[in-house]
């Protein structure tokens, strides 16, 4: 069935660390996946997506990699700072019933 | 721009009562997404509109759940009977097709005592 998993589903890091995020995918036609950041009681907002035509995608700070192969894709943040405490999501578009599936979400902690 | 809207913001409502929320998606967006959040869990797809195609509502829960977007822009999730476990954050997104970055709105509480 359509399924998402990611690990871990807590971390904790020391402000300036880097954090990575992984997940995997059952769709092998998914050509979508984007990365959401939900803070404590605020609404998820996307931080940076890829298609499947690229394997991997930055943007300053966050980085996005992807193996169409092994079906996964990981969700780097390096410098980690405190305001980068947050919950994160990610998702996978699943072509066969055209619905975006989350994964179980990442609460990281960045230490001061 | 305007984002995607959602009111109420908050619902407090007894155990066998009736809901609606709602939900106005960004102008244009063809597709609208509801999602529910349970305390400190992750996001459960309910139901999606894209444009006139009939929706897929294989994530209702049940029967007592039902949405529909009226003209191609407002949304509207009623809960019937509800139930203590309906408590939850109803997310509504919106996106300008498939497959896009999908927008969240900022949600409503419900809680059913």
């Known amino acids: 069935g359509e399924n998402v998993e990611q690990h871990p589903s807590t971390l904790s890091v020391q402000e300036g660390d880097s954090a990575v995020i992984k997940c995997t995918y059952s769709d092998s036609a998914s050509n979508y996946f984007p990365w959401y950041k939900q803070e404590l009681g605020k609404r998820p907002q996307l931080i940076i997506d890829i298609r499947s035509n690229v394997g991997e995608k930055k943007d300053q700070r966050i980085a996005v990699t992807l193996n169409k192969t092994a079906k996964h894709f990981s969700l780097h943040i390096t410098e980690t700072q405190p305001e980068d405490s947050a919950v994160y999501f990610c998702?996978?578009?699943?072509?066969?019933?055209?619905?975006?599936?989350f994964g179980s979400g990442t609460r990281l902690l960045v230490r001061p | 721009g305007a984002g995607v809207s959602q009111s109420p913001s908050n619902k407090v409502t007894e155990k066998g009562k009736d809901v609606e929320l709602r939900c106005d998606p960004i102008s244009g967006h063809t597709a609208l997404y509801w999602y529910r959040q349970s305390l400190g869990q992750g996001l459960e797809f309910l139901i999606y509109?894209?444009?006139?195609?009939?929706?897929?509502k294989s994530g209702l829960p049940s029967d007592r759940f039902s949405a529909e977007r009226t003209g191609g822009s407002v949304s509207t999730l009623t809960i019937q009977r509800t139930q203590q476990e309906d408590s939850a954050v109803y997310l509504c997104?919106?996106?300008?097709?498939?497959?896009?970055?999908?927008?969240f709105g900022p949600g409503t509480r419900l809680t059913v005592t």
């Open positions: 509109f894209q444009g006139n195609s009939a929706p897929d």
């Open positions: 998702a996978a578009w699943m072509d066969s019933s055209y619905k975006l599936i």
């Open positions: 997104a919106s996106a300008p097709g498939l497959p896009y970055e999908q927008y």
